[in-house]
């Protein structure tokens, strides 16, 4: 008497009335839970179709192998062996857990002295800085540096926690886009057009959707169409151009005068002059909500571009020389003149960590894995990728040497290609994420101090000096 499912001799019989077959109880009661019908006849089948055998208990016979004492001395060893073994190995990880115990301890106490001593230069500093004034741009004697960051709004705080969460959520599920450019795409890049534009000291190029906007240092500036290589539009920000972002139908300049304009079709819809000095850095958080400043006065402002109005403002005691937001927003990084670059928490204004570059930070942008960002200093040949994740030496994932100056870095949203620009010229060092290594795939001698890619990373614009604008393409 063996069961229809499984072949073998039942535990506890039961027969349908259906089919007549018999069955062990446990598998046909969750076949028929599953499946609803007699698994011989195909018929429905419910649990009340199904009969008690009354047999004698069945005893499954022992294995061939157990029926004789070498057999048994042989399992019996087997099991010993195997528990040995387990034992080992639990002894093993209790000696592993106990090291990083020791390691997380040493770890916990190394934090609190460090906490205890930046607490103390923090203290150090407020009373250095408490007792500086700034005088350049105030209409009076000088207004003492504030100390103390000011609150972010609640509303932006949410903000900020909310692009955080979602865009650090999906950001290890991105892919490559359909349609964006190849390293092979890249590599056959050349310049298709040039154009000398009625801007002179160019120092800044941002783009968007076909068009680049052109700013320099006598006040100009040029709204190009790329794809029809033409002057549009001209305006005059009367105020010596550093930096600039394009986003949108807004254009944000920043100014050596301390200013910080915005332009939409056209017009100046608003103007900050916060700053006591130079402009030195712009950057625009992932809401577009949030535009931040850096200055050398050492300190950096945040704009809501919502209400156009000033929402906090932050005194450290470092000249600043750039900066750029977290791709998830959550972080605000800044490099300073004395080679170090700072990580202050968007939320708060409060500094998270300092990476050393080792000269006058020149440039810095991200990549949208979210943990790399590249950095390269003032009159340096080489750019450094830092990984977020690390710590000490580590942190440092990649020295790229270019052989050339670089002045300015830009990054493509695909995660692949970072540009650089030079008075000696640009390139691209691409990253091939499955071979985990690096390459260049690009170089050429087109003088440029800044560079900015476009949609799919099919064009390359730059800028140099003289306002000579030059757009690569794949030949």
Not at 137 to 145: E, F, P, R, V
Not at 173 to 198: C, E, I, M, Y
Not at 219 to 245: H, M
Not at 311 to 316: E, I, L, P, S
Request: hydrophobic share 35%; glycine share 8%.
């Amino acid at each position: 008497m063996l069961c229809a499912l499984s072949g073998e001799a039942p535990q506890e019989p039961v027969v349908s009335k259906l089919s007549g077959a018999i069955f062990e109880k446990r598998l046909i009661e969750k076949y028929i839970e599953e499946n609803g019908k007699d698994p011989v006849s195909g018929e429905d089948l419910t649990l009340d179709d199904l009969l008690p055998v009354r047999s004698s208990r069945v005893v499954r016979p022992r294995p061939p192998t157990l029926t004789s004492i070498p057999s048994l001395l042989s399992t019996f060893q087997n099991e010993w062996d195997a528990l040995a073994l387990e034992t080992y190995n639990i002894r093993e990880q209790l000696a592993r857990t106990r090291e990083e115990l020791a390691t997380a301890l040493y770890q916990q106490d190394a934090a609190v002295r460090v906490i205890a001593r930046l607490t103390k230069e923090r203290d150090e500093a407020r009373d250095a800085l408490s007792k500086v004034t700034v005088s350049a741009g105030s209409t009076g004697g000088g207004d003492a540096m504030t100390l103390d960051p000011e609150s972010l709004p609640e509303d932006l705080t949410a903000k900020v926690d909310e692009f955080h969460a979602r865009l650090s959520k999906t950001r290890k599920k991105r892919t490559v886009p359909q349609g964006w450019a190849t390293a092979d795409d890249v590599a056959s890049f050349a310049v298709s057009t040039t154009n000398s534009l009625p801007v002179s000291q160019a120092t800044t190029v941002s783009v968007s959707e076909g068009y680049a906007a052109v700013g320099g240092l006598q006040g100009d500036v040029a709204i190009y169409s790329i794809d029809s290589d033409t002057v549009e539009r001209s305006l005059q920000i009367n105020e010596p151009v550093t930096k600039s972002i394009w986003d949108g139908t807004r254009v944000y300049f920043a100014t050596s005068k301390g200013s910080v304009k915005v332009y939409e079709n056209g017009n100046e819809i608003a103007s900050f002059s916060d700053h006591a000095g130079p402009v030195t850095g712009l950057s625009i958080h992932p809401s577009k909500e949030i535009l931040a400043s850096v200055g050398s006065d050492k300190s950096f402002i945040f704009y809501d571009l919502v209400n156009l109005r000033r929402v906090r403002r932050v005194f450290t005691n470092s000249v600043f020389t750039t900066c750029a937001f977290h791709p998830d927003g959550h972080l605000f990084v800044c490099g300073t003149n004395s080679g170090e670059i700072t990580a202050y928490f968007t939320t708060t204004g409060i500094e998270g960590a300092s990476f050393v570059l080792g000269a006058p930070v020149q440039a810095i942008s991200f990549s949208e894995n979210g943990y790399w960002f590249a950095a390269t200093g003032k009159g340096q040949t080489t750019v450094t990728i830092f990984d977020l994740r690390k710590s000490g030496d580590a942190v440092q994932a990649k020295v790229l040497d270019t052989g050339n100056v670089v002045q300015s870095l830009a990054w493509d949203e695909s995660q692949q290609f970072l540009a650089t620009g030079g008075p000696s010229g640009v390139t691209v060092q691409h990253y091939n994420k499955s071979a985990k290594s690096w390459s260049e795939p690009l170089r050429a001698a087109v003088s440029a101090v800044d560079v900015q890619w476009t949609a799919s990373a099919n064009k390359l614009v730059t800028i140099n000096g003289d306002g000579v604008i030059g757009v690569l393409t794949a030949e």
